[in-house]
């Protein structure tokens, strides 16, 4: 007995099972998502692409809402590194591919990682991310194929402890491992995985331990959903957007900068992004590659 506590004195079967059962809770981890209605932003995209010649994604869109987000709060680019919260240098984007096998009947799961986002425009973005995977399905992306040749001759019991030591050379020591087909700082500031190719409406993501990226966000498939348009409830073009934190680099308050300024940046591109035009010029005028 406590100070501050004292035993129940009648416990049932399950509640005396459960706690030998389970470890005390020592997951960081934060859920959430916002339904966003994308109306305007279909149409922002449709002229964007109409005036640029190229295709441009809502998960493109995404992608640049983070972007700028992580831009303008330049204490949310961080990662955990030897105990210690670090900044990143760079504000990076690794998005998920899923590549069907020579079947067709499977398919594994990849990505694509876009080095200073922040400073590519959007159409530039859609365009590395369609191209990139592109090559990723063909086979012909030499640095992935690289790492999964690697992987492929690694037996199961080895895997583990290879990426243990492998995620600890790169980050606490750090060294360079290019040499052997690993990539430096592989994932970035945050991940982008949209599960609209899955037909999915919302999902949620684990963190990904060997990647130090504290966020990981799922656009869903647009879908109809009822809405609140000047105080009438009307149907109206909608996703769901999954996201997980690391609540050891993000707390309430760095998350709610995060969610306001998506849903404006992602619901209202006119009066938060610049004019479609003005990305079809930025095009002309060419960035920095992918």
């Known amino acids: ?35 966003l209605d994308v109306t305007e932003t279909l149409d922002y995209l449709d002229e964007v692409s109409e005036v640029s010649g190229t295709k441009v994604t809502m998960t493109a869109l995404v992608v640049k809402a983070f ?17 210690r919260i670090q900044k990143r240098k760079s504000i990076d984007a690794f998005c998920q591919v899923a ?20 400073e590519r425009d959007l159409v ?30 690694v037996p199961p019991w080895l895997i583990k402890p290879m990426l243990s030591t492998v ?17 430096s700082d592989p ?10 190719q899955f037909d999915l409406r919302l999902g949620y993501a684990p963190l ?21 348009v000047d105080g009438d409830v009307v149907a109206r073009k909608a996703i769901c957007i999954g996201c997980t ?3 050891r680099c993000f707390d309430g308050y760095q998350i709610g900068q995060i969610v306001r300024s998506a849903r404006a940046l992602i619901s209202h591109p006119y009066e938060n992004m610049p004019a479609p035009s003005e990305w079809a010029a930025d095009a002309e005028r060419g960035n920095p590659s992918t």
Not at 99 to 118: I, Q, T, Y
Not at 137 to 153: F, P, S, V, Y
Request: contains cysteine; charged residues 25%.
């Open 99 to 118: 590549v069907p096998d020579s079947s067709e009947s499977d398919a594994d799961l990849s990505g694509v990682k876009m080095r200073a986002v922040n």
């Open 187 to 196: 994932f970035g500031s945050f991940m982008v995985s949209s599960i609209a």
């Open 208 to 228: 990904v331990p060997a990647s130090r990226c504290p966020v990981v966000v799922l656009p869903g498939v647009v879908h109809e959903a009822p809405m609140v």
């Open 124 to 153: 530039e973005i859609s365009e590395g991310l369609r191209g990139r995977a592109r090559q990723l399905r063909a086979g012909q992306d030499e640095e992935i194929e690289q790492t999964k040749a690697l992987i492929d001759k």
């Open 245 to 247: 934190f690391d609540h």
């Open 67 to 83: 972007a700028i987000i992580y831009e303008r709060y330049p204490e949310l680019n961080v990662m955990i590194v030897n105990g």
């Open 167 to 183: 995620n600890f050379l790169t980050y606490n020591v750090p060294a360079d491992l290019d040499a052997v087909g690993v990539r």
């Open 1 to 35: 007995m406590g100070k501050y506590w004292e035993p129940l004195k009648k416990l049932t079967s399950w509640r005396k099972i459960s706690v030998g059962m389970w470890d005390p809770p020592s997951d960081p981890t934060i859920y959430g998502h916002e339904v």
